[in-house]
């Protein structure tokens, strides 16, 4: 199983993908709520990917996103969040972010969404 973390500052959401990854292949080792929480849970689990929103309190997912690939150049971001303007999305993606997916979402959306993240590593 692939580990993954879901970060978001709502509880909905956390719990929505935390749901959908229920039924998937992925083990979830983190859930947090900022930016701040996500590193510290991302360098103790050591997760293949996570989940990311943008907009967050004490650590948006830009400064998050930074961080994460300064610890691990590898890790599969899928930016999920509702502020889907073009320079976020470039922002985001230049910084190391490998996917995106914008709120609101279904499960489907969100399995595919996944499926393309890391179907190197689901197959593999």
Do not use: W
């Not at 930016?35 to 948006?60: S, Y």
Request: aromatic letters at 4%; glycine letters at 4%; hydrophobic letters at 45%.
């Amino acid at each position: 199983m692939l580990k993954i973390m879901v970060v978001d500052d709502s509880s909905v959401i956390r719990e929505k993908i935390s749901r959908v990854l229920q039924d998937q292949q992925f083990e979830l080792v983190g859930d947090a709520k900022n930016g701040i929480e996500a590193v510290k849970q991302f360098k103790e689990q050591r997760p293949k990917a996570l989940t990311l929103d943008i907009t967050m309190p004490l650590m948006d997912g830009i400064e998050t996103i930074q961080e994460i690939m300064a610890i691990d150049d590898e890790a599969r971001i899928l930016v999920v969040s509702a502020l889907a303007d073009k320079p976020t999305l470039i922002k985001a993606i230049q910084l190391g972010a490998s996917g995106f997916l914008c709120k609101p979402f279904s499960d489907a959306d969100l399995s595919e969404a996944l499926e393309e993240l890391l179907e190197d590593l689901i197959d593999g």
